[in-house]
């Protein structure tokens, strides 16, 4: 082989190299190409060892011919590697393209049971004057429901709760959250400040304002020289929390054998502001809860001296208190479990 014609073919593997590296498609084609020209028993490489052939004096030409070729070609390789990676990505970016714009996929968010909220409201508005949640037993025993409550067996207040009794003799369902008041005195030493809520039962006909399980929210204050008067504001500061700060509350008088004196505690009608509708009977105002002066007895059963301690107790019905705040006019809605009337909260 002389010079002239190891030039032309290497020029023509130039040619042939450059068109090769244009035609390669994706990476993997291009690194055949690659191999094929420059690779160590590539067409470069097998070129160049004919030199050995050629006088002395042309072979630093012909190596010179076939450095400039190696790196054209090699030039030639980066640039269209450079193309395929940029093209690859480009491919695979519009094929995993998201549309940040389409709407997302609701979540279904759940929601409290509206006594849930009203219990923790009540509760948030007591914790602010120091009254820490106690709960007491569902089934209780007659002594605590009645009669340490001084509600003897047969006594006629028995006639205010119409009792569920269970197979157990002595065993009843609560008929209302005041047996945690015992509880209470029987665990804690004074200052008690005590809010006892829970789920409570009666016989009843249930009807729009009646159930026959229902939710109580329970009281207890017991310290020396607890007065009336305590009673007073924090019922008003309990009432202006839940239902407006400055509506007028007024005690009158009641009965439970378990406080004396006993208080009904009314408020303002929230739906008429006083002034009379069916919803407050006409009567401008609604009772809210009962309430009294701990019964000396009272405090004898739960062990706690009455000649040294004083408190004041009282009771509300948790559905009640929701009704007022949500304007629901029947307490069934509360136990029937509809989506439609819970998803409102
Ligand atoms: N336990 C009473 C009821 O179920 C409510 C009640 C009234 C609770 C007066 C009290 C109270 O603590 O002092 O009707």
């Not at 508005?125 to 340490?148: C, H, I, K, L, M």
Request: net charge negative.
């Amino acid at each position: 082989m002389d010079l002239e014609t190891i030039s032309a073919r290497l020029s023509a593997l130039q040619e042939a190299g450059l068109a090769a590296i244009a035609g390669a498609t994706d990476p993997e084609g291009l690194e055949t190409v690659q191999v094929a020209y420059l690779g160590r028993k590539g067409e470069l490489k097998t070129l160049l060892g004919g030199i050995g052939a050629l006088p002395a004096e042309d072979r630093p030409h012909v190596g010179a011919i076939g450095n400039r070729v190696r790196e054209a070609l090699e030039a030639a390789l980066d640039a269209r590697r450079l193309e395929l990676d940029a093209a690859a990505l480009d491919a695979r970016l519009a094929r995993e393209a998201v549309d940040v714009t389409l709407p997302g996929r609701p979540f279904r968010r759940g929601s409290l049971h509206p006594l849930i909220e009203t219990n923790r409201e009540i509760a948030r508005v007591f914790g602010q004057f120091g009254f820490v949640v106690y709960e007491g037993p569902e089934v209780e025993t007659d002594v605590r429901n009645f009669q340490a409550l001084n509600i003897p067996p047969d006594h006629p207040a028995r006639d205010l709760w119409d009792t569920l009794y269970t197979d157990m003799p002595g065993y009843l369902l609560r008929t209302h959250t005041s047996p945690g008041q015992i509880h209470v005195m029987q665990q804690a030493a004074p200052p008690i400040r005590a809010l006892l809520p829970g789920r409570c039962f009666r016989y009843e006909a249930v009807d729009a304002s009646h159930g026959f399980e229902f939710f109580q929210v329970e009281g207890l204050m017991v310290d020396e020289g607890t007065t009336m008067a305590d009673l007073r504001g924090l019922l008003d500061a309990f009432a202006h929390a839940m239902f407006g700060g400055g509506r007028p509350t007024r005690f009158r008088p009641g009965y439970y054998p378990f406080t004396e004196p006993s208080v009904a505690f009314d408020v303002q009608c929230v739906i008429c502001d006083g002034a009379g509708c069916p919803s407050c009977k006409r009567t401008g105002w609604m009772t809210i809860l009962g309430a009294g002066m701990v019964h000396p007895v009272v405090l004898r059963n739960g062990g706690l001296d009455p000649e040294r301690y004083q408190g004041f107790a009282f009771g509300m019905g948790t559905d009640r208190i929701a009704i007022l705040r949500y304007g629901i006019d029947d307490i069934r809605m509360f136990i029937e479990n509809d989506l439609r009337f819970l998803e409102q909260f």
